[in-house]
């Protein structure tokens, strides 16, 4: 009995997805099979019974079996749960579930038919690995360089040079050493750094910051050296080699295998892996002072100081900037201001950085240090501040009064005020120096004062006019009908277009409060016996009120509460 429509209707609703399970494990490409050194994990597109799922099982082809495990925090239902690893390597797996899996809506499982699912683990992924792209090595003997291989060649192909080859240098192959001879008695020359080669090695680690693991860094270039390292447990084994540095200097390395390249790149090639080390028994310390620096240069095995140490300072594209000698004590002593770091040169990159390395990422801008003693040398680069960065120790750093060297105080007559009242503030300014404080020349550039409420960021801007003691004064009256809160002030400098007035660069130099109270009048002050009482009847007090502008409060109503304690 309904009335008769010629129009569709269309109700919207959502159906739950199909209950699947699904496993999942990392690969190093689409079609290979699961890298057997990570877990695997099973996932259901809803909840299930963990009394359910803790009766699947993994099991290789020789017959181990492996239990699932869930996430510690997970309650009687789940939605994952995983396998640890490692796995036997090119191995087959077959995974089994119980008959009859349901969620928690009594659903059973849409894919139960793909059960028991067959999989595959492939071989251990094959690796040459350095600890960081650059590092830094005592000078002993021997000094080695570690590297980790794994399923590579049973011999590696490296390719070393000392920093006095240029990194423009191109041509013939390096020299090839005998396949059979054993790392130690390997022959080529390995070239020292010396003083003239600070700028070389700036302009190395710089390429080796955007060196790609597709093209080779030293591969083809002439002067430089081809070890071949052997492998004395055979291809497969996870094995630490040592390539030998034997002495002081700047060195870099770089291996190349064809297997490393078809398991990891996407067209099978051979792939790079390069490194840097620096060989030296010195230590360079830097600290960056915007009036003076200081240098200190000592031993690594002894931490003694060297006296006598030439140091160097350049940019990051080799520009010396200051140069001199340690001291007794090993300091270099850097009396006047070096550039600031904003206004340092920036470099930029010949390609797109691939491979992040906290090392090298610092290197396009800041200070090199440089410092040798005799045929040793050692530098650091002002970016190296890891673990010691100044906010660790309560040191403010990153400041726009650290970028002007300058300090700014304002003094109130108060810091809390009603609406309505006046404000009475003093401004001084001074810059820093090691002998003191003094008026800086840049104090005619800050000639607006700022008053900015710190929730909405509305300023109210008043002109300075600064005195000749370094002091300028100024009276803000608080409107009566303004937002309550903290207002914080800065001097600011004038900006050329009026509509922008307070928006140029600033300084914060205080802050007050506009809050509703009431001021006191009077006090009160009540007064007891002095010695204590015991079984008393009766309490004698001294109630005495007055004004705090001075006098007494007399004929006033005095009323008294008490509570009585245990």
């Known amino acids: 009995g309904g009335a008769s429509t010629i129009e569709d209707q269309v109700l919207t609703f959502k ?31 809803a909840p299930v019974s963990w009394e359910t799922v ?28 995983f396998f640890e690893g490692p796995f036997p390597e090119d191995h087959s797996f077959t995974l089994h579930l119980p008959k009859n899996i349901k969620d928690d809506s009594g659903r059973p499982l849409t894919n139960q038919d793909k059960f028991p699912l067959t999989i595959k683990t492939d071989r251990y992924p094959s690796l040459a690995k350095f600890a960081s792209r650059f590092g830094i090595i005592e000078a002993k003997e021997p000094s080695l360089l570690p590297v980790t291989v794994r399923n590579l060649e049973a011999e590696i192909t490296a390719w070393m040079t000392g920093a006095q080859e240029t990194p423009e240098a191109g041509g013939a192959r390096g020299k090839k050493i005998d396949p059979g001879q054993r790392m130690e008695s ?12 600070e700028e070389k090695i700036i302009e190395w680690l710089n390429l080796l910051r955007t060196a790609k693991r597709k093209s080779p860094l030293l591969k083809g270039r002439e002067g430089i050296q081809q070890l071949i390292l052997p492998k004395p447990g055979g291809p497969k084994e996870l094995e630490v080699l040592g390539i030998p540095l034997k002495a002081p200097g700047f060195y870099l390395v770089e291996l190349e295998s064809e297997i490393l390249g078809s398991r990891l790149l996407a067209k099978p090639a051979p792939m790079y892996v390069p490194a840097a080390a620096l060989v030296t028994n010195l230590s360079a310390h830097f600290k960056w002072g915007q009036a003076s620096s200081l240098v200190w240069v000592t031993m690594l095995d002894k931490g003694d100081p060297v006296k006598e140490a030439s140091v160097t300072l350049r940019d990051c594209a080799g520009k010396r900037l200051w140069e ?81 060297s300058v300090l700014a105080h304002t003094v109130f007559d108060r810091t809390l005020f009603r609406a309505g009242e006046e404000v009475h503030m003093k401004h001084v300014v001074r810059r820093r120096s090691p002998r003191g ?51 914080e002030v800065y001097l600011a400098a004038a900006q050329s277009d009026p509509s922008r007035s307070g928006s140029g660069p600033r300084i914060q130099s205080g802050s007050f409060r506009v809050e509703e109270f009431r001021v006191p009048l009077m006090k009160a002050v009540i007064q007891g016996p002095r ?18 502008s001075g006098g007494g409060a007399a004929h006033l109503p005095v009323k008294i509460r008490t509570e009585g304690q245990p």
């Open 15 to 45: 159906t739950p997805k199909p209950f699947l399970a699904k496993l999942s494990g990392k690969k190093e490409k689409p079609a290979s099979g699961f890298i057997p050194l990570l877990p695997m994990s099973l996932t259901f597109s």
């Open 54 to 81: 803790k009766e699947i099982r993994l099991k290789s082809q020789s017959g181990q079996i492996w239990k699932p495990k869930k996430r510690e925090e997970s309650g009687p239902y789940v939605d994952r749960v």
């Open 186 to 197: 390997v022959k080529g020359k390995l070239l020292q750094v010396r003083g003239n080669e």
């Open 324 to 404: 001199g000698k340690t001291d007794e004590l090993g300091l270099a002593k850097i009396t006047g201001p070096l550039p600031s770091e904003d206004s340092l040169r920036r470099c930029s990159d010949k390609q797109v950085v691939e491979e992040y390395n906290p090392a090298l990422s610092g290197l396009r801008g800041g200070l090199f240090v440089f410092a040798k003693a005799g045929q040793d040398l050692t530098f650091t680069h002002s970016s190296w501040n890891q673990g010691i960065e100044p906010w660790r120790f309560n040191v403010p750093t990153g400041t726009t009064a650290d970028r002007l």
């Open 437 to 487: 404080l003094f008026i800086p020349p840049e104090i005619k550039d800050l000639k607006e004062v700022v008053v900015e409420h710190a929730g909405t960021h509305q300023p109210t801007v008043f002109p300075l006019k600064w005195r000749t003691n370094g002091t300028a004064e100024t009276v803000f009256k608080i409107p009566e009908k303004t937002k309550l809160g903290t207002y």
């Open 531 to 548: 010695e204590p009482l015991v079984n008393a009847r009766e309490l004698e007090l001294d109630v005495a009120v007055s004004f705090l």
